[in-house]
């Protein structure tokens, strides 16, 4: 037992993702992230309204510098509108940092009640974990370092990336709008880098392999990789390491009412894509054919119907109170998601664009697998006769055991003197199939020797662009 202790820890189990880290325990992030200075950059200006929300966690007797109202520590060169605006934010979003009355908001908090239980009832009123909670988060810490995220990328914003819009509906605070830039750079570096390495790809195969690189399930994998658990339920007291969404499989669906006055489903819809069926012409009829070109123009990156939502509701016995459910795969998708567009933000495009290269394209897809060709001779016969070849002809290159119970022929298939493919089969029948099948995927597959893409050109050494070569599209029988 204690050898296989040893060989844990050493990583011949542990994936390098996933080994255990201990970096938290030395690193301290600065005290500027908080980012409450008026003379904030653009790129700290992105996570500024995050760190707005702060509640009581400190002694009220402890010396601060600044004003200090409810917990909010306001420095005393902030101009008068900020601190406006910070005080307002307060007292919208955190009902319970206000003092100690009968009821505020809908929260009761005795007078008489001790003030570690107060501290309690007001995290639990809150919809997600505060932001101050996230430098003494020890998980937080582990996954910052398990990245090797720098400290140029605030674990305050990290913390924000697992906020899922389902959790808090605030766009302030959730991932919505990092996802949704995420989401962008993704489909981009991918299909970029799908379309130059393979550039006569069937437009079919290449939203398989959007799909394989970057969908849900693929994105769901990456976060376990990564370490990340999701949370039983949501809430201002739990940890912030932790995943925050509300799934529809759980069974511990609070009676959460939004204090503001926007409907959480509209503030869902306005961070998030507007993905309606609406987006294609004639949505209401249901059994139309789908075509590939229409995909391009009106489906997602994947080729998919779009949705209306990426979350649903559920109605609470509360009048006018609804409450935002999602998957599994939606929450970590959105998060990994919102890693990319913080680190966009924070670091650029050339940071970003290489730990899209060390997580998303350095795993292996083998792109020959997700051909499906239903008339392959068929096939091979309309791309001869577009391309100016000659009429393919299937001929037997050599064959044993004709007369035994296995017998193997193996079958090329010739464009006049130049062998386009070649398949062995049980039968001749196969492999002349199998054989067109190959000088199909043979075209398909063709990569050119030096692979460069357009974001090659950008960023603060650009490479001269080469043009790529651009195929007429796939053989549609």
């Known amino acids: 037992m204690k050898a296989f202790r040893l060989l844990r820890w050493s990583g011949s189990v542990l994936s390098p993702r ?20 008026a003379a904030a950059s653009p790129l700290q200006q992105a996570v500024q309204p995050q760190n707005q929300r702060q509640i009581s966690e400190e002694d009220p007797g402890s010396s601060s510098t600044g004003t200090k109202d409810d917990g909010l520590i306001i420095p005393e060169d902030m101009p008068e509108s900020l601190q406006h605006q910070n005080q307002d934010h307060i007292s919208k979003e955190d009902p319970g940092s206000s003092s100690t009355g009968p009821e505020d908001d809908g929260l009761i908090i005795p007078e008489d009640m001790p003030e570690a239980l107060q501290q309690e009832a007001r995290l639990r009123a809150l919809p997600s974990p505060p932001i101050s909670a996230a430098k003494n988060s020890a998980k937080l810490a582990a996954l910052h370092a398990r990245l090797s995220f720098t400290p140029r990328l605030p674990i305050e914003t990290l913390a924000r990336c697992l906020v899922d819009a389902t959790a808090d509906p605030n766009p302030d605070f959730n991932n919505t709008s990092l996802a949704l830039l995420g989401r962008d750079l993704y489909s981009y570096y991918t299909s970029e880098a799908i379309l130059c390495r393979y550039p006569r790809l069937p437009t079919a195969v290449t939203f398989a392999a959007m799909s394989a690189y970057v969908g849900p399930r693929t994105l769901t994998k990456i976060t376990k990789e990564w370490g990340v658990e999701l949370v039983a339920e949501p809430g201002g007291e ?16 609070k009676k959460y009412s939004p204090t503001s006055d926007t409907d959480p489903t509209s503030t869902i819809e306005e961070g998030l894509p507007n993905i309606a069926g609406a987006n294609r012409p004639n949505a209401d009829q249901k059994t139309w054919r789908r075509g590939v070109s229409s995909m391009t123009i009106y489906d997602d990156e994947f080729g998919d119907l779009i949705k209306n939502s990426s979350s649903n509701t559920r109605n609470s016995k509360k009048k006018n109170s609804k409450i935002l459910t999602t998957t599994v795969e939606d929450a970590c998708a959105r998060f990994v998601q919102a890693v990319m567009g913080a680190i966009y933000l924070h670091r650029g495009k050339h940071v970003a664009k290489l730990f899209f290269k060390e997580h998303i394209l350095s795993r292996h897809l083998d792109v020959g697998k997700m051909f499906e060709f239903k008339e392959p001779t068929k096939d091979l016969s309309k791309l001869c006769a577009r391309e100016g070849f000659e009429k393919p002809i299937a001929r037997i290159l050599s064959e044993t055991g004709r007369a035994s119970r ?15 493919g070649e398949g062995a089969g049980s039968s001749l029948n196969e492999a002349r199939v199998r054989a067109a099948v ?12 030096e692979v460069r893409v357009p974001s090659d050109t950008e960023g603060t050494r650009p490479r001269p662009w080469k043009p790529v070569l651009v195929d007429i599209g796939e053989v549609i029988v």
């Open 18 to 37: 996933t080994r255990p880290c201990v970096f938290h325990l030395f690193y301290k992030p600065p005290s500027n992230l908080r980012f409450l200075s």
């Open 438 to 449: 190959g000088a199909l995927k043979g075209w398909y597959l063709y990569s050119p020797l």
């Open 238 to 253: 739990v940890d912030p390491g932790y995943l925050q969404c509300r799934r529809e499989d759980s069974m511990l669906i």
């Open 406 to 420: 296995h017998p193997v022929f193996i079958v090329g298939v010739f464009a006049g003197r130049q062998k386009l």
